[in-house]
């Protein structure tokens, strides 16, 4: 099923949700690789990359199979969305996507994420700046079921979206007071997707069991965790593919973009979702978790007969 995002065609409704901390390059890659409709980038501060911060700038790397592109901004102020999506090293991209969402204390305390939904005005000037500043390239919000457990608004958050100049939306059905505690509430999400004349991406609690229940509740779906170590969530078989051959892709990409001992160092945080639910890997994972190496640890990885 194909979904227009503006002027943007996307080729599949099962996308990859922005996740600070993972989504980079080489996993978004791997994402593409099994069959994701649209990868977003991390986190993006606008504030960053006006200031020409060299961290935020590496973090806009694109994997050639990106296409359409989407990255993701954060902030507080319009006038620094304005200038972020005019920035010519967002030339590349397809989507401009809002965080409206994030829970973290470090971003809720300076006004920006989910912050946000507590300020429906200053919200929606963020989103008009954007908007004026895009070039007619798609701007979409992500966003939760409210900030408050007490008080439910993302109904009334969309609305406000979609008459400021939103493209589509993604709802997270859980509230920031919630963080990644407890369930999504689908029902909000549903709501949303029946009312909203833009598309509606559900978010939160998309696993393999039940990804084609969730697809049928509204348009499309962003998978942030559930494709963590899952990456072929997205190709939607019956039999899942390989631990270790996503494994060792995912290796690959990595050591491609970050050399060597960064991925030997940063790919372990990935290593308890590929480990997830089979044999006892947890003195072998213990060992890779002392590898410098990323190459050393190819070969530990390729050679271990216990990693389907």
């Not at 649209?38 to 700038?57: D, N, P, Q």
């Not at 973290?104 to 006004?111: E, R, T």
């Not at 009334?156 to 400021?164: D, Q, V």
């Not at 991406?201 to 899952?230: H, P, Q, S, W, Y």
Request: with cysteine.
């Amino acid at each position: 099923m194909s979904i227009k995002i503006g002027n943007v065609t996307l080729n599949g409704n099962v996308t990859l949700a922005p996740m600070a901390g993972f989504g980079d390059v080489a996993f978004r890659r791997l994402c593409r690789d099994y069959g994701a409709a649209l990868t977003t980038t991390e986190m993006i501060s606008a504030k960053g990359l006006i200031y020409g911060s060299k961290k935020t700038v590496e973090m806009l790397r694109l994997a050639p199979n990106e296409s359409p592109s989407c990255v993701q901004l954060f902030g507080s102020e319009p006038k620094d969305f304005f200038e972020a999506v005019s920035r010519p090293e967002l030339s590349a991209f397809d989507i401009i996507d809002i965080n409206m969402g994030c829970p973290a204390h470090k971003v809720v305390s300076n006004h920006e994420g989910s912050d946000l939904m507590r300020d429906f005005n200053r919200a929606s000037e963020i989103i008009k700046a954007a908007v004026s500043a895009s070039g007619g390239r798609p701007v979409t919000v992500k966003f939760r079921a409210g900030f408050y457990d007490d008080d439910i608004c993302a109904a009334e958050f969309a609305k406000m979206a979609e008459e400021s100049g939103a493209a589509a939306l993604t709802v997270h059905g859980r509230t920031a007071e919630q963080g990644y505690s407890g369930f999504a509430d689908w029902d909000i999400i549903c709501k949303i997707a029946s009312s909203a004349d833009i598309p509606v991406f559900g978010n939160g609690d998309v696993k393999r069991d039940n990804l084609n229940i969730r697809l049928n509740m509204t348009e499309g779906v962003a998978i942030g965790r559930g494709a963590l170590g899952n990456a072929d969530i997205f190709a939607r078989q019956k039999k899942p593919a390989s631990k270790k051959a996503m494994l060792l892709k995912h290796l690959e990409y990595m050591t491609f973009y970050f050399g060597a001992e960064f991925t030997a160092v940063n790919i372990r945080k990935h290593l308890p979702y590929y480990f997830a639910g089979g044999k006892d890997l947890k003195q072998f994972r213990a060992r890779l978790n002392t590898i410098k190496d990323a190459y050393i640890m190819y070969r530990e990885i390729e050679n271990c007969p216990e990693l389907p």
